[in-house]
């Protein structure tokens, strides 16, 4: 008598469960407008005094070209290639190609800060990723020691 009872509101569940289903799959597809035709997306450029959100395209679209390029690119590539659509050397910072122990760094870190926000861009193992984010506490734009840019 008490499996029962048990097994009543169970079935009950399983059987709206499956009903929902079923529902859901006799409802005719939405309607849809006429066909759009295809949008190209403008190419990114460089922004002369946009903020970052405005030059993270071309940002991202360097840095990935730079990749593309090189699966293993080095801080001095990174750097070359932002400096040469128009980043400026001076506002950039970028992370150390080898360690502390002298082994090929994992991941490469360069950053631009425009006014109070910063671009930051990482290769590493697992790809690229980049994010607009705020300055750390000394103005900077990356914890730690960075590289001097002198080329």
């Known amino acids: 008598m008490r499996s029962s ?3 009543a509101p169970v079935a009950l569940v399983a059987a709206l469960a ?5 529902s859901q799959e006799a409802q005719p597809p939405a309607e849809t407008s ?6 190209q ?8 005094g946009g903020a970052a959100g405005d030059n993270k395209p071309i940002f991202d ?3 990935l070209q730079t990749i593309a390029t090189n699966g293993s690119a080095s801080s001095v590539e990174f750097v070359n290639a932002l400096s040469a659509i128009g980043f400026d050397k001076a506002a950039m910072e970028v992370t150390f190609d080898r360690t502390n122990v002298d082994l090929e760094a994992d991941y490469i870190i360069v950053s631009v800060k425009i006014g109070e926000e910063c671009l930051v ?3 590493g193992p697992r790809g690229y990723t980049s994010d607009i984010v705020a300055p750390v ?3 900077k734009c990356l914890i730690g020691l960075t590289q001097p840019i002198t080329w």
Do not use: D, H, K
């Open 5 to 7: 009872r048990l097994f």
């Open 18 to 22: 499956l009903a929902g289903c079923s």
């Open 34 to 39: 006429a066909a759009a035709e295809p949008t």
């Open 41 to 48: 997306a403008a190419p990114a450029v460089f922004v002369p």
């Open 61 to 63: 679209e360097t840095n």
């Open 121 to 123: 861009g990482q290769r």
């Open 137 to 139: 506490s000394t103005g």
